[in-house]
């Protein structure tokens, strides 16, 4: 009796499972979350700390100087300043010792070391909002369309200072080149410090502290001087709109 040949065992191909379902993983009972990948991050993103002080309390004014200036030239906004002094027991500290905190530690320069310590001090109630550590003061600032070597120069070139401070009783005592200058209010005796920043090639901020002041309404008298006079400076050193 003839046999019938048994049907030879086809084999899968080489890689390739014999079928979908045994390939397939045994299924459990648990389904597993999915995982979602975390979006790219942009390059040209501006770091995380910087973002967070900028959009923080934009209106903020302490020692006359608002919240951007300040996170522009130390790199931290009012904000996260005084949560930053809070966390180094600056509250404890005298005045003196918190600039230096800020200049040793922090690497802040010596004339923002001041105003930051300043208003850290006006924040947490410990002077009055124009109260300094040797009296009151009177703070004003301007941006300047103008590069701030011209800046500069028109407040340290005598023959150009005469064109927009006038009379002003004033005697140059320090210079910072491009950075800060000090002057002695001669009447009364009391200071004046100022200080630059540069917000571009073509853009440039001053403030002024008049310090040393007697009593609170000297501050509003000087306050109003420095408005003026600044808005003069402003005057001069910008092109006239076309």
Same mark, same amino acid.
């Not at 995380?48 to 900028?54: A, E, N």
């Not at 230096?100 to 208003?119: A, E, I, K, Y």
């Not at 009447?187 to 200080?195: A, H, K, L, P, Q």
């Given at each position: 009796?003839?046999?019938?040949?048994?049907?030879?065992?086809?084999?899968?191909?080489?890689?390739?499972?014999? !079928?979908?379902? &045994?390939?397939?993983?045994?299924?459990? =009972? +648990?389904?597993?979350? @999915? /995982?979602? %990948? #975390?979006?790219? *991050?942009?390059?040209?993103?501006?770091?995380?700390?910087?973002?967070?002080? !900028?959009?923080? &309390?934009?209106?903020?004014?302490?020692? =006359? +100087?608002?919240?951007? @200036? /300040?996170? %522009? #030239?130390?790199? *931290?906004?009012?904000?996260?300043?005084?949560?930053?002094?809070?966390?180094?027991?600056?509250? &404890?500290?005298?005045?003196?010792?918190?600039?230096?905190?800020?200049?040793?530690?922090?690497?802040?320069?010596?004339?923002?070391?001041?105003?930051?310590?300043?208003?850290?001090?006006?924040?947490?109630?410990?002077?009055?909002?124009?109260?300094?550590?040797?009296?009151?003061?009177?703070?004003?600032?301007?941006?300047?369309?103008?590069?701030?070597?011209?800046?500069?120069?028109?407040?340290?070139?005598?023959?150009?200072?005469?064109?927009?401070?006038?009379?002003?009783?004033?005697?140059?005592?320090?210079?910072?080149?491009?950075?800060?200058?000090?002057?002695?209010?001669?009447?009364?005796?009391?200071?004046?410090?100022?200080?630059?920043?540069?917000?571009?090639?073509?853009?440039?901020?001053?403030?002024?502290?008049?310090?040393?002041?007697?009593?609170?309404?000297?501050?509003?008298?000087?306050?109003?001087?420095?408005?003026?006079?600044?808005?003069?400076?402003?005057?001069?050193?910008?092109?006239?709109?076309?």
């Amino acid at each position: 009796m003839a046999t019938t040949p048994k049907a030879s065992a086809r084999k899968p191909r080489s890689g390739r499972p014999a !079928s979908r379902k &045994a390939a397939a993983a045994p299924k459990s =009972g +648990v389904r597993k979350p @999915a /995982v979602r %990948k #975390a979006p790219a *991050r942009s390059k040209t993103a501006l770091p995380r700390r910087v973002v967070r002080g !900028s959009v923080a &309390a934009k209106g903020v004014r302490l020692a =006359g +100087v608002g919240t951007e @200036a /300040v996170l %522009k #030239a130390t790199g *931290r906004a009012w904000e996260e300043w005084i949560k930053v002094l809070d966390r180094a027991g600056a509250k &404890a500290l005298p005045h003196k010792d918190i600039a230096l905190l800020l200049s040793r530690q922090f690497q802040v320069p010596n004339w923002w070391s001041q105003m930051v310590t300043v208003g850290y001090e006006q924040a947490r109630g410990l002077r009055a909002v124009n109260q300094a550590p040797n009296g009151f003061a009177a703070n004003a600032s301007r941006t300047v369309a103008t590069p701030l070597g011209k800046l500069y120069d028109a407040w340290h070139d005598p023959l150009v200072r005469a064109r927009w401070l006038p009379d002003a009783p004033v005697v140059l005592r320090k210079s910072n080149d491009g950075k800060s200058i000090r002057m002695t209010w001669t009447v009364g005796n009391s200071n004046v410090d100022v200080g630059f920043h540069a917000k571009g090639d073509d853009k440039s901020m001053v403030a002024v502290q008049h310090g040393k002041l007697a009593k609170a309404a000297d501050v509003t008298r000087q306050k109003a001087f420095w408005s003026d006079a600044l808005d003069r400076l402003k005057a001069l050193l910008e092109p006239a709109a076309r």
